[in-house]
Nanobody, 123 residues
Framework: QVQLVESGGGLVQAGGSLRLSCAAS????????MGWFRQAPGKELEFVAA????????YYANSVKGRFTVSRDNAKNAGYLQINSLKPEDTAVYYC????????????????WGQGTRVTVSS
């Protein structure tokens, strides 16, 4: 399994921005999809965004389109989730995950997960 470590969470006021990072241990991460998920207090895990490592195709949940941007840096084996115009309802633990396949579809399972980074948005 790939080791994933998230960082960049914190406390931010509504309207602010954060960039979450996810460092991957796998040197040959090129055949993967990196996904971002979040779990708000008392709610189920929710898909947020995903990016194919090769080609950079991106996918977003409808609820975050226009405010969230997923990207990756091939040289650093790192993925990023830029979150703008933060809202209190974005408060959650954010997880990055890796899927050991270059094929992505809605609901595709992910094989490896990070420990999560907490984002708290104050109103």
């Amino acid at each position: 399994q790939v080791q994933l470590v998230e960082s960049g969470g914190g406390l931010v006021q509504a309207g602010g921005s954060l960039r979450l990072s996810c460092a991957a241990s796998e040197r040959t991460f090129s055949n993967y999809v990196m996904g971002w998920f979040r779990q708000a207090p008392g709610k189920e895990l929710e898909f947020v965004a995903a990016i194919k490592w090769i080609g950079g195709n991106t996918y977003y949940a409808n609820s975050v389109k226009g405010r969230f941007t997923v990207s990756r840096d091939n040289a650093k084996n790192a993925g990023y989730l830029q979150i703008n115009s933060l809202k209190p309802e974005d408060t959650a633990v954010y997880y990055c995950a890796a899927r050991s396949s270059s094929y992505y579809y809605t609901g595709a399972p992910f094989d490896s997960w990070g420990q999560g980074t907490r984002v708290t948005v104050s109103s």
